[in-house]
């Protein structure tokens, strides 16, 4: 496919060159360029194409990369990386060694800040326009930033700091009233009020048209921003931002791309803390997202004329807790459901739908999510909080100081645990076995096929303390357990030897099947912790030779090295660095977990004297 205007552009002076009416046919080209290249490579299509029309008067107006522009989340940025010279790589698009699906900026200088996360944008970009103070320049930090992003904590804390120094930040406030599931919480129903009050902004049409009918009226525009801003107050009282001493301009229309050249151009010459806040539709340009937005959040490649998705071969890890939890209620009726804006992705919808006030969606909201389940669970239910493995890591202080410290019967379902492929290093879930396994009560889970999780996850909501299952993103195998589950114990999977690998989750097929052809011994680890203490014993009692195997940094490894003593202990693990996007079975293969590295390793430690 041909784009008459697209195709000229091959960095941001070729998109300044072109004329302002030209802008919203560019628009057009490049949400078609999205869809055409994302259903080949998968991808944040919806966002992205809700995000179009801002992005191209972004660039149109400010100068970057001296004027900083930072993406919250950085989902939403594809049009910015195709307007910064990166249209002719966009397909490879999440692949290894290609472009990452978030900003970089060791891809490119209009990249100023790696985001990947919701909610760091306003505070990055504050940072960034406090060093721009300090060296004596005087260009402006954008913040780009969706509604979703405005119900994390970071972002009122971010909000707070920003009024108190006249600064030249703008913050534009992406709003289709979507984060990846349907927006919820009192700033919602704010900005629902700042959007719909037609009192306000009729009268904000007619007194613009008044002033700008002559040269008085022009010249008293500029000056009267404490009148504009009592007005607002008096027709829209709602308006949550000016508390803040930020100030509010909007609502516009954000697909209208000229019209936000225009405020953009203002916003530019007042040289202030300001928001400006834009009305845009998630998916806008490809209907099949439009009409269904959360699964073109984060989509597989996909036929365009139908929207399609190959569908998957068995149910995903999601699902299989999902159900699980259906059944769960069912059974006691004191369980209850949160999570951080994702019920879709978390398998929950069905929870959702079946028990809408036993479901609590708290937006992006870790931290508040499992310390509000804290409460909850002293006040006597049974809180489940659904997360991913990379967004726990926002509620660290949570999870020990709300709920490990406390010993409170608080279940936390980590999905996406392990690696997981195209989105990256900020995805990655790698780290959470580390982090949690210092924390006083708790007890982490580790299933290694779906029958596990569904019977770890009711044990865990059956106990009295702290407790996490992990699972991975996509499947776990559709097998029955062999051995049935007992509190803290392993499973011997293969008969003890000598030599032994120890596994969990993922690793424990590829396991067996090295450990069967090389005459090892095999544990499947369902508890991270705390340890099997009499399998431990037995080890130490017959120096046995452990290799341990886990897709995340050492823990697991760690922890035996000192509770086995003086058994000789290696692993096979993931290194402390950032692992870029791939295919996970590419990680894989890179990072060591394959029969030939593995065969390799424990033939090295049998051989050890």
């Given at each position: 496919m041909s784009y008459p205007i697209l195709d000229t552009i091959n960095g941001i002076q070729d998109l300044k060159a072109l004329r302002e009416d030209?802008?919203?046919?560019?628009?057009?080209?490049?949400?078609?360029?999205?869809?055409?290249?994302?259903?080949?490579?998968?991808?944040?299509?919806?966002?992205?194409?809700?995000?179009?029309?801002?992005?191209?008067?972004?660039?149109?107006?400010f100068d970057s990369p001296k004027d900083k522009l930072v993406f919250d989340v950085g989902h939403q940025s594809y049009a910015h990386k195709i307007?910064?010279?990166?249209?002719?790589?966009?397909?490879?698009?999440?692949?290894?060694?290609?472009?990452?699906?978030?900003?970089?900026?060791?891809?490119?200088?209009h990249d100023v800040f790696n985001t990947g996360h919701a909610s760091t944008a306003i505070s990055a970009a504050l940072g960034l326009a406090r060093a721009m103070r300090l060296?004596?320049?005087?260009?402006?930090?954008?913040?780009?930033?969706?509604?979703?992003?405005?119900?994390?904590?970071?972002?009122?804390?971010?909000?707070?700091?920003?009024?108190?120094?006249?600064?030249?930040?703008?913050?534009?406030?992406?709003?289709?009233?979507?984060?990846?599931?349907?927006?919820?919480?009192?700033?919602?129903d704010s900005l629902t009020s700042m959007r719909t009050n037609r009192t306000y902004n009729a009268f904000k049409r007619w007194l613009t048209g008044v002033l700008e009918t002559s040269r008085f009226g022009k010249l008293l525009s500029r000056h009267m921003e404490h009148f504009k801003n009592r007005a607002k107050r008096f027709f829209a009282p709602n308006l949550p931002f000016e508390e803040f001493g930020i100030l509010y301009l909007g609502p516009i229309d954000g697909h209208d791309v000229r019209k936000v050249v225009k405020y953009l151009r203002r916003c530019k010459e007042l040289n202030k803390p300001m928001i400006l806040h834009a009305i845009t539709t998630k998916g806008k340009g490809y209907p099949f997202a439009v009409e269904n937005p959360e699964k073109f959040h984060g989509i597989?490649?996909?036929?365009?004329?139908?929207?399609?998705?190959?569908?998957?071969?068995?149910?995903?890890?999601?699902?299989?807790?999902?159900?699980?939890?259906?059944?769960?209620?069912?059974?006691?009726?004191?369980?209850?459901?949160?999570?951080?804006?994702?019920?879709?992705?978390?398998?929950?919808?069905?929870?959702?739908?079946?028990?809408?006030?036993?479901?609590?969606?708290?937006?992006?909201?870790?931290?508040?999510?499992?310390?509000?389940?804290?409460?909850?669970?002293?006040?006597?239910?049974?809180?489940?909080?659904?997360?991913?493995?990379?967004?726990?890591?926002?509620a660290y202080d949570s999870v020990l100081h709300d709920v490990c410290l406390q010993n409170l019967p608080v279940v936390i379902a980590v999905d996406r645990a392990g690696l997981v492929g195209a989105d990256g290093e900020t995805h990655q879930g790698i780290f959470d076995p580390a982090f949690l396994s210092t924390m006083p009560n708790l007890v982490v889970y580790a299933p290694s096929s779906q029958a596990e999780l569904a019977a770890m996850l009711e044990m865990a909501v059956s106990r009295k303390e702290p407790s996490v299952v992990r699972y991975p993103r996509g499947s776990l195998p559709d097998v029955p357990m062999k051995?049935?589950?007992?509190?803290?114990?392993?499973?011997?999977a293969e008969p003890l030897q000598d030599v032994v690998i120890v596994a969990h989750g993922t690793l424990l097929p590829l396991a067996r099947w090295v450990a069967k052809k090389n005459g090892a011994g095999l544990v499947n680890a369902r508890f991270l912790q705390p340890l099997d203490e009499e399998i431990v014993a037995y080890f130490k009692e017959n120096h046995t030779k452990l290799l341990v195997l886990e897709e995340n940094t050492v823990s697991l490894g760690e922890k035996l090295a000192?509770?086995?003593?003086?058994?000789?202990?290696?692993?096979?693990?993931?290194?402390?660095?950032?692992?870029?996007?791939?295919?996970?079975?590419?990680?894989?293969?890179?990072?060591?977990?394959?029969?030939?590295?593995?065969?390799?390793?424990?033939?090295?430690?049998?051989?050890?004297?």
């Open positions: 030209q802008l919203p046919a560019l628009c057009d080209e490049l949400r078609d360029f999205l869809v055409e290249h994302v259903s080949k490579t998968g991808g944040h299509l919806a966002s992205s194409l809700g995000a179009v029309d801002l992005i191209v008067a972004m660039h149109y107006v307007l910064t010279g990166r249209r002719d790589a966009f397909d490879t698009l999440r692949k290894e060694d290609g472009i990452s699906g978030f900003p970089k900026f060791s891809e490119s200088e060296n004596g320049d005087d260009h402006m930090a954008v913040a780009l930033v969706g509604d979703g992003a405005m119900t994390g904590g970071l972002s009122f804390e971010g909000l707070d700091d920003a009024g108190r120094d006249k600064l030249p930040l703008l913050i534009i406030l992406n709003d289709n009233q979507m984060s990846i599931s349907e927006n919820v919480g009192g700033l919602k597989a490649p996909f036929e365009i004329m139908t929207g399609k998705v190959s569908p998957e071969r068995q149910k995903t890890c999601s699902e299989v807790f999902g159900e699980t939890m259906l059944r769960l209620a069912k059974e006691n009726e004191k369980l209850v459901a949160i999570t951080a804006a994702m019920p879709s992705g978390t398998g929950l919808t069905p929870f959702k739908e079946t028990y809408p006030n036993r479901f609590f969606d708290v937006g992006i909201a870790e931290a508040h999510a499992v310390t509000m389940a804290a409460g909850l669970a002293r006040g006597g239910m049974r809180p489940v909080v659904a997360l991913y493995s990379s967004f726990l890591q926002r051995n049935k589950l007992y509190f803290r114990e392993w499973e011997i000192l509770a086995a003593n003086p058994c000789r202990v290696r692993s096979v693990a993931l290194p402390t660095e950032p692992i870029a996007q791939a295919s996970v079975a590419r990680q894989r293969e890179k990072y060591g977990f394959n029969e030939e590295t593995i065969t390799k390793a424990l033939m090295a430690l049998t051989e050890e004297a």
